[in-house]
């Protein structure tokens, strides 16, 4: 039977005009929730910015802490202690000179892997001869369990190490092999082979370490293992960073670690440094660990991601500089926020995708691929949504979202490091334009700075900024690649022979 032909009309006006009004009604969802994800990344911008008036603020209250921690013998002991920054005396009161000779090992522990290395030292002529290194990751469950077997761990490694040791490295006759032991923790030193561990960071804790000598922990491995080898030096990886820049360049008076973890180390005249009650070195000088991963100020720009982040952490109330600026978290921040735009405006889906939920799932070299990503369709991002989170068919539109929350953590991280490195110069007094225009050398280490291009420029751009000019045209900030293990290598050779030297 044949509709009238008013009927069909109707019927088909009905259909178009419930159709748009459905369309409308995902127009205006789809707008609501691209509102609330804007909002969302808004408000994360707003606090996360750091102009520089406040890092200049923040630089300020580094210089302050550091100050008050070379004062104060309470900052190096338990954490939980009132000042911040523990400025630990490190007992390397010289710098590798060049004249380093023979094979050194160093073994470098300090985030999720760790490396062994053997460097053959040539001389002032020379230089470095020979050099071999293996890295090896530690199982997680190790970072958590007893300290024999961490230090088991390590020490079978060094031996497979020593074993394969053939053509090009040359132990003279009748001597003990000796090691540069990096260990990049906070540490009180009681000499320069020797040290208490204060507490854990970066994701360890086996709490029956602290408080223990880390060195003599690593000679009873290395005893049980059977390797006739003795730690010569006990460095952590900035200190490593320090000798390995000062090895390339004498100007060099700094170094900060961008990697899993954050901190710095410079070199302290004596005389400003109220807690240390020995005779004075003969050099004058002596090499601080700054710890600054522990610094924390009102001036820090913090958000409800950051107090999150912090709350739920391994070590709560600590380490919150580092919380803002390492490679540890700076992921974990981002994924935070990708879950807050999941949750409060359905950015992804209409439910929030449950891996999304896994603490740490987002590492920051996931961050850095994807904010680096420069194809038209941000592919990486898209690969990386779905490879992560299980996320699939993301539009451009949630990628760039995806992109500018990189961008807004990665840049704040930047900057403060940038404040970090302007306080360090504040304490030394270089932040200042010299008649003599002094150079000043800062080596940096760590995968943050290494890998992540954008960070790197920020953070230099930044420091330029709140430096200056003219006094920015005299700071170099250098890459000392590999410097923590070399460094290590360095100082073991360089203290081994002043050993000896007092010996003979
Ligand atoms: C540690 C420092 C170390 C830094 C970089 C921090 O978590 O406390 O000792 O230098 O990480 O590895």
């Given at each position: 039977m044949r509709k009238p032909a008013a009927l069909v009309a109707s019927t088909a006006v009905f259909a178009a005009a419930a159709i748009a009004a459905v369309m409308v009604r995902q127009r205006l969802r789809e707008a609501r929730r691209w509102a609330r994800a804007g909002a969302v990344l808004r408000d994360l911008q707003e606090r996360c910015a750091a102009p520089a008036e406040r890092l200049r603020l923040v630089a300020d209250a580094m210089a302050a802490e550091m100050r008050a921690g070379l004062a104060s013998n309470d900052s190096e002991g338990e954490s939980g202690s009132s000042v911040l920054l523990k400025m630990l005396v490190t007992y390397v009161d010289s710098l590798p000179s060049g004249g380093e000779k023979g094979l050194f090992y160093a073994l470098d522990l300090g985030g999720t892997n760790f490396r062994v290395l053997r460097i053959q030292f040539g001389g002032?002529?020379?230089?470095?001869?020979n050099q071999e290194s293996k890295g090896v990751s530690i199982p997680q469950h190790l970072m958590s369990n007893g300290s024999n077997e961490l230090f088991d761990f390590i020490a079978a490694a060094l031996a497979k190490f020593v074993a394969s040791e053939g053509e090009g490295f040359h132990l003279p006759e009748g001597m003990q092999r000796q090691l540069g032991f990096t260990f990049s923790f906070p540490v009180k030193q009681n000499s320069v082979a020797s040290g208490t561990l204060i507490k854990w960071t970066k994701g360890f804790a086996i709490d029956e370490m602290v408080g223990k000598d880390v060195v003599a922990e690593l000679n009873k491995a290395i005893k049980r293992q059977g390797i006739d080898m003795e730690v010569t030096a006990l460095v952590n990886d900035t200190v490593g960073t320090l000798a390995a820049g000062r090895y390339v360049d004498n100007d060099t008076v700094a170094a900060v670690i961008l990697g899993t973890g954050t901190n710095a180390a410079y070199i302290e005249h004596m005389s400003s440094i109220p807690k240390w009650c020995g005779p004075p070195p003969e050099s004058g000088d002596m090499v601080i660990n700054v710890e600054w991963g522990n610094f924390r100020s009102s001036h820090l720009p913090l958000t409800e991601f950051d107090v999150a982040l912090d709350a739920e952490s391994l070590n709560p109330g600590e380490q919150i500089y580092e919380k803002l600026i390492s490679g540890m978290y700076m992921g974990e921040i981002v994924r935070r926020v990708l879950l807050k735009m999941a949750q409060?405006?359905?950015?992804?889906?209409?439910?929030?995708?449950?891996?999304?939920?896994?603490?740490?799932?987002?590492r920051t070299y996931h961050v850095l691929m994807m904010h680096q990503d420069t194809s038209p369709d941000l592919r990486t991002v898209g690969i990386n949504l779905k490879e992560i989170f299980g996320i699939e068919n993301t539009c451009c539109k949630t990628r760039k979202l995806v992109v500018d929350v990189c961008e807004v953590v990665a840049t704040r991280g930047a900057r403060l490091a940038a404040a970090g490195i302007h306080g360090i110069l504040k304490k030394l007094g270089r932040d200042i334009a010299s008649p003599e225009k002094q150079k000043t050398v800062i080596a940096v280490d760590g995968g943050v700075y290494k890998y992540y291009p954008f960070f790197a420029q920020c953070m230099e751009s930044t420091l330029r900024d709140l430096l200056g000019e003219e006094v920015a045209s005299s700071v170099v900030i250098k890459l000392a690649e590999d410097g923590s293990g070399t460094g290590a290598a360095l100082l073991a050779a360089s203290y081994s022979q002043r050993f000896q030297a007092v010996d003979d």
């Open positions: 002032k002529e020379q230089r470095i001869v409060d405006a359905s950015l992804f889906a209409d439910n929030v995708p449950p891996k999304l939920e896994i603490p740490y799932i987002l």
